[in-house]
């Protein structure tokens, strides 16, 4: 095997570790908790379904790529829970060593090239960096409310919580965000969300 089949081998077998780093969400009709891959698999296919209700228009591939590889830091960074204050604060450079540690096992041009598209999805600038980011809000949402908002209750998470994370869906969706907040006000009326 050549020397850059086997790093492209090397890292592909590397991220099926993302299988085994789950998440505070859980799966639809009460399932178990969710994992990074199928979280950014679900996303993929949903960015493809709704690219009709971007803001601007995207390149679908580019943004179903973003969804694929977003999360693969956390394979050494950990999940990162979109409540844990204390988390956040060094999320950043947790995510920051681990992209360059699992992505410094391709080839230098991949490496350059997901490392790149990892960067614009955090930056939060581009039409596609918006869109993958509407998907990241909107589908741990979507779990949240086909399960009664069980995961709010449990972490007793509060509507301005919610609505801080899903404001920016509105940057990359209009159409989207609209969707979020009747899905988010249903769940305050519900008690699954605490009024603030």
Same mark, same amino acid.
Not at 2 to 29: C, G, P, V
Not at 78 to 87: I, K
């Given at each position: 095997?050549?020397?850059?089949?086997?790093?492209?081998?090397?890292?592909?077998?590397?991220?099926?570790?993302?299988?085994?780093?789950?998440?505070?969400?859980?799966?639809?009709?009460?399932?178990?908790?969710?994992?990074? *891959?199928?979280? @950014?698999?679900? !996303?993929?296919?949903?960015?493809? $379904?709704?690219?009709?209700? +971007? /803001?601007?228009?995207? =390149?679908?591939?580019?943004?179903?790529?973003?969804?694929?590889?977003?999360?693969?830091?956390?394979?050494?960074?950990?999940?990162?829970?979109?409540?844990?204050?204390?988390?956040?604060?060094?999320?950043?450079?947790?995510?920051?060593?681990?992209?360059?540690?699992?992505?410094?096992?391709?080839?230098?041009?991949?490496?350059?090239?997901?490392?790149?598209?990892?960067?614009?999805?955090?930056?939060?600038?581009?039409?596609? *960096?918006?869109? @993958?980011?509407? !998907?990241?809000?909107?589908?741990? $949402?979507?779990?949240?409310? +086909? /399960?009664?908002?069980? =995961?709010?209750?449990?972490?007793?998470?509060?509507?301005?919580?919610?609505?801080?994370?899903?404001?920016?869906?509105?940057?990359?969706?209009?159409?989207?965000?609209?969707?979020?907040?009747?899905?988010?006000?249903?769940?305050?009326?519900?008690?699954?969300?605490?009024?603030?």
């Amino acid at each position: 095997m050549d020397e850059r089949l086997r790093k492209q081998m090397e890292f592909a077998l590397e991220i099926d570790k993302e299988k085994n780093i789950f998440r505070q969400t859980h799966l639809s009709n009460h399932g178990r908790n969710e994992n990074d *891959a199928e979280h @950014a698999w679900h !996303m993929a296919i949903m960015a493809y $379904l709704l690219r009709e209700y +971007s /803001n601007e228009p995207i =390149d679908i591939g580019k943004v179903m790529l973003m969804c694929l590889i977003h999360d693969i830091v956390e394979i050494d960074a950990g999940d990162t829970y979109a409540y844990d204050l204390e988390g956040q604060k060094t999320q950043k450079a947790r995510e920051e060593a681990a992209k360059e540690r699992i992505f410094s096992m391709l080839p230098e041009d991949q490496k350059s090239e997901l490392s790149s598209l990892f960067d614009e999805f955090e930056a939060y600038e581009t039409p596609e *960096a918006k869109f @993958a980011h509407a !998907m990241d809000n909107l589908q741990p $949402l979507m779990l949240n409310d +086909s /399960n009664d908002g069980a =995961d709010w209750r449990e972490h007793r998470v509060h509507s301005s919580q919610v609505y801080g994370r899903q404001s920016k869906t509105r940057r990359g969706s209009q159409k989207l965000y609209e969707l979020v907040d009747q899905l988010i006000q249903k769940n305050i009326k519900k008690g699954n969300i605490m009024p603030d």
